[in-house]
């Protein structure tokens, strides 16, 4: 394990698992592999409108993945769709600009990402739960 990348801030957030488990009656659902590395994550949405109502995840994947889907499982909920794709750049920016700022509040917790900016192999790990949701929204819009 690498020190630089996996600080505690960024353990506390994979250990608290904020919105683990699949939900009961998903209006949404998409799962995301990562062929590279074997990382899998599923996310369940449920939708008021374009509102993400609910968040559930099945996180089978490292530490970074699991942060960033516990980031998402505790901010996500009441937040409109537009508002977590806009975070998605955000985060996407940060992990490959150094001069690129960290979400405002409440995303701030996407600040303990930032060792993985040295570790670009990585950044596909911390977008994973990203894409999984966008993809979720776009397969409930078709």
Known sequence: M???????DLLKLAARATGAGRLDEPDASARVDNPLCGDRITVD???????IKDLGHDVKACVLCQAAASVLGAVAPGRPVEEVAA?????RAM????DAAVPDAPWQDFAAFLPARDFKSR???VLMPFDAIAEAVSENAA
């Open 87 to 91: 975070i998605a750049a955000a985060v």
């Open 2 to 8: 690498s020190f630089e990348l996996y600080q505690k």
């Open 123 to 125: 950044h596909g790990c």
């Open 95 to 98: 992990l490959g600009d150094t």
């Open 45 to 51: 949405l449920t939708l008021d409108g374009d509102t």
